[in-house]
Nanobody, 114 residues
Framework: QVQLVESGGGLVQPGGSLRLSCAAS????????MGWYRQAPGKLRELVAT???????NYADSVKGRFTISRDDAKNTVSLQMNSLKPDDTARYYC????????WGQGTQVTVSS
C-alpha cells in the first residue's frame, strides 16, 4: 500500500502562484509515475500533469506554460509549481501515483479569487 499526502493548497489572487507538494509513504516498490489531477465542483476529475520515473512530463493544454511538475525520487515526492493562476484553476487537487496499481491522495483545495 502507498499513502499520498498533499500540502500547499490555499487561497490566492488571480495571477498569483502556489506550490503543491505530495509525499508518498508506505510499501513502495517503485513508483513508475506520479502526478496531479484536479476536480472542480460539478465537473469530472481531469489530468493536470504527470511525470514518469524517467522524467518525461505530460501537461493538460490548459496549464502548459504556467505549471511545472517535478519529482524527487530519493524522497518519493512530487511537486507542482503553479504560476499565473486563473479563477478556472480553482479545484481540489489530487496527488496520483502508479506503483503496481494506482493510488490517490485525499486532495488539497486551491481557490483562485480576488
Amino acid at each position: 500500500q502507498v499513502q499520498l499526502v498533499e500540502s500547499g493548497g490555499g487561497l490566492v489572487q488571480p495571477g498569483g502562484s502556489l506550490r503543491l507538494s505530495c509525499a508518498a509513504s508506505g510499501t513502495i516498490f517503485s513508483i513508475n509515475a506520479m502526478g496531479w489531477y484536479r476536480q472542480a465542483p460539478g465537473k469530472l476529475r481531469e489530468l493536470v500533469a504527470t511525470i514518469t520515473s524517467g522524467g518525461s512530463t505530460n501537461y493538460a493544454d490548459s496549464v502548459k506554460g504556467r505549471f511545472t511538475i517535478s519529482r524527487d525520487d530519493a524522497k518519493n515526492t512530487v511537486s507542482l509549481q503553479m504560476n499565473s493562476l486563473k479563477p478556472d484553476d480553482t479545484a481540489r487537487y489530487y496527488c496520483w501515483a502508479w506503483s503496481r496499481g494506482q493510488y490517490w491522495g485525499q486532495g488539497t483545495q486551491v481557490t483562485v479569487s480576488s
